[in-house]
């Protein structure tokens, strides 16, 4: 990895005239605080030399400006919500944080768009959609504590993917600060273009290595006004995954399914203090459906109680505010069972997801480590998270590495990715060498090198050029 010059004096006077001195950090503090993000091992915790707080467009190309001119590595953060060392400074140098540029600028409902600075909150922004009767469609589950311009730097999926798509199938453009400072706006309100590269969307799940994101303009779509949250319980996991090619084969469109294991379940429900059916044995399938007719929401209501009960559900029932919770909190719940884990994101063709589960997590029976299986089942996207039981530590690495190792070659076989939605970061940036067609691989390196010369915008992630 390349080696960059050290954050000095001189470095740290330029930047408080370029942001004000308040919004130039260098406390132990606070430096400490940006050390990592949602990562808990302190193996890839890396410090800053200095955190800055810029509050508009020009301070962050100023920023962009001072580092390259002394060749200081700069680390882009939004809410800091990132599994996959993201928002980790692995170079040192210069982090840089949105949060200040958290204003909605504009919001026309008669033309259905929103043109929103990087800082704001993801939940802001689907509340005040709502308030005028539309919807913005990006749903992380990390939406309540997530910003935009973080989700727009990961493309990031969530919830209501597999009917809306992802955070890019909702963008109508971007602002964009470049690696070497520049300004510019990449796309345009427009329902189709065909004017050159599409740019915007290169920008979109380049984790903050090609550009930093400062504002977008976001479609909104009128808001169905009719819908049913339904939960299938079934205490044979294979006939829970095998409920979702069953779902999308039978035209239902939903907006979510969601799949837990019974490890998740049960995690899940410990930490929020409820207990929901077959809590001791049953997976659990969530279905959304939305629609904006009555008669047709009860026509798929019924549908879908039959697709269950014939795909052998030992429950079906109505998914409420407490379910939800539960999905909710599932990270957050195997936390509780081990302060060691790891989460992968993996994605596959979406009719191969039940056959995709089942084969990895026969494999995962080899190991010492405990699994629980999360998956957005609609769209093909599938979490594994790995929690570190009674093991030593050696074993703990070794044994990751091999489930790894066997988890990426199933999934690039069958035509899948190693991520579907939290990015590669630093955590993955070997594998991805590894996996990735290298034709593909030298591409991106490519594109990098060109907008990045020297290689000082969020270095460690995704690819390593050198």
Same mark, same amino acid.
């Given at each position: 990895?390349?080696?960059?010059?050290?954050?000095?004096?001189?470095?740290i006077?330029e930047?408080?005239?370029a942001?004000?001195?308040?919004?130039?950090?260098?406390?132990?503090?606070?430096?400490d605080r940006?050390?990592?993000d949602e990562?808990?091992?302190p193996?890839?915790?890396?410090?800053p030399?200095?955190v800055?707080?810029p509050?508009?467009?020009?301070e962050?190309?100023?920023?962009m400006?001072?580092a390259?001119?002394y060749?200081?590595? =700069? /680390? $882009?953060? @939004?809410g800091? %919500?990132?599994?996959?060392?993201?928002?980790?400074?692995?170079?040192? #140098?210069?982090v +840089?944080l949105?949060e200040?540029?958290n204003?909605?600028i504009e919001?026309?409902a008669?033309?259905m768009?929103?043109?929103?600075?990087?800082g704001?909150?993801?939940?802001?922004?689907?509340?005040?959609?709502n308030e005028v009767?539309?919807l913005?469609a990006?749903?992380?589950?990390?939406?309540?504590?997530?910003l935009?311009?973080?989700n727009?730097?990961?493309n990031?999926?969530g919830?209501?993917a597999?009917?809306?798509?992802?955070?890019?199938?909702?963008?109508y453009?971007l602002?964009? =600060? /470049? $690696?070497? @400072?520049?300004? %510019?706006?990449?796309?345009?309100?427009?329902?189709?273009?065909s004017? #050159?590269?599409c +740019?915007e969307q290169?920008m979109?799940?380049?984790?903050?290595t090609?550009g930093?994101?400062?504002g977008?303009?976001?479609?909104?779509?009128?808001l169905?006004p009719y819908?049913?949250d339904i939960?299938?319980?079934?205490?044979?996991?294979?006939k829970?995954?095998n409920?979702?090619p069953?779902?999308?084969?039978a035209?239902?469109?939903?907006t979510?399914?969601?799949?837990m294991?019974n490890?998740?379940?049960r995690?899940a429900?410990d930490y929020?203090?409820?207990?929901?059916?077959?809590?001791?044995d049953?997976?659990?399938?969530?279905?959304?459906?939305?629609?904006?007719?009555?008669d047709e929401l009860d026509s798929?209501?019924?549908?879908?109680?039959?697709?269950c009960?014939?795909a052998?559900?030992?429950?079906?029932?109505?998914a409420d505010?407490?379910?939800?919770?539960v999905?909710?909190n599932?990270?957050?719940?195997s936390?509780a069972?081990?302060?060691v884990s790891?989460s992968?994101d993996?994605?596959?063709?979406?009719n191969?997801?039940?056959?995709?589960?089942?084969a990895?997590?026969?494999?995962?029976?080899?190991?010492?480590?405990?699994?629980?299986?999360?998956?957005?089942?609609?769209?093909?996207?599938?979490?594994?998270n790995?929690?570190k039981?009674?093991?030593s530590d050696e074993?703990?690495?070794?044994?990751?590495k091999?489930?790894?190792?066997i988890c990426?070659?199933?999934i690039?076989s069958?035509?899948g990715?190693?991520?579907?939605e939290h990015?590669?970061?630093?955590?993955?940036?070997y594998?991805?060498?590894?996996?990735?067609?290298p034709?593909?691989?030298q591409?991106?390196?490519?594109?990098?090198?060109?907008?990045?010369p020297n290689?000082?915008?969020n270095p460690?992630?995704?690819?390593?050029?050198?």
């Amino acid at each position: 990895m390349k080696k960059y010059n050290p954050v000095t004096e001189e470095v740290i006077e330029e930047l408080r005239a370029a942001l004000g001195a308040e919004y130039v950090r260098v406390d132990a503090g606070t430096l400490d605080r940006y050390k990592t993000d949602e990562e808990p091992d302190p193996h890839y915790h890396h410090l800053p030399e200095v955190v800055v707080l810029p509050g508009s467009t020009e301070e962050v190309a100023a920023v962009m400006k001072i580092a390259n001119k002394y060749l200081v590595p =700069v /680390t $882009p953060r @939004g809410g800091g %919500t990132s599994v996959s060392c993201g928002a980790v400074p692995v170079c040192g #140098g210069i982090v +840089l944080l949105i949060e200040r540029m958290n204003k909605i600028i504009e919001l026309d409902a008669d033309a259905m768009y929103m043109t929103v600075q990087a800082g704001v909150l993801t939940k802001e922004i689907q509340m005040r959609a709502n308030e005028v009767g539309l919807l913005y469609a990006g749903d992380p589950c990390s939406a309540e504590s997530c910003l935009i311009g973080g989700n727009l730097a990961t493309n990031a999926g969530g919830n209501k993917a597999v009917r809306y798509g992802t955070t890019r199938h909702q963008v109508y453009s971007l602002e964009v =600060v /470049t $690696p070497t @400072g520049e300004i %510019t706006t990449l796309g345009g309100r427009l329902k189709k273009c065909s004017t #050159g590269y599409c +740019l915007e969307q290169l920008m979109m799940g380049s984790e903050g290595t090609l550009g930093i994101i400062t504002g977008a303009t976001l479609k909104l779509l009128p808001l169905c006004p009719y819908r049913v949250d339904i939960f299938a319980v079934f205490t044979d996991v294979n006939k829970a995954v095998n409920l979702v090619p069953m779902l999308i084969k039978a035209g239902l469109n939903p907006t979510s399914v969601e799949f837990m294991d019974n490890a998740f379940v049960r995690a899940a429900c410990d930490y929020s203090d409820i207990r929901l059916p077959h809590y001791e044995d049953g997976s659990y399938v969530i279905v959304t459906v939305e629609t904006y007719n009555e008669d047709e929401l009860d026509s798929k209501m019924e549908k879908l109680d039959e697709i269950c009960n014939e795909a052998g559900a030992d429950y079906v029932g109505e998914a409420d505010e407490r379910v939800w919770t539960v999905r909710r909190n599932c990270l957050e719940g195997s936390k509780a069972l081990s302060k060691v884990s790891t989460s992968d994101d993996l994605v596959v063709p979406q009719n191969l997801i039940a056959t995709t589960i089942s084969a990895l997590c026969e494999e995962a029976k080899k190991f010492h480590f405990k699994v629980c299986t999360l998956a957005h089942a609609g769209d093909g996207n599938l979490h594994f998270n790995m929690l570190k039981m009674d093991m030593s530590d050696e074993l703990w690495e070794k044994e990751v590495k091999e489930f790894h190792a066997i988890c990426y070659k199933y999934i690039y076989s069958v035509g899948g990715r190693m991520s579907g939605e939290h990015g590669i970061g630093f955590k993955h940036v070997y594998d991805l060498e590894k996996y990735c067609d290298p034709v593909e691989l030298q591409i991106m390196k490519s594109i990098k090198k060109a907008l990045d010369p020297n290689l000082i915008l969020n270095p460690g992630k995704l690819i390593d050029v050198e």
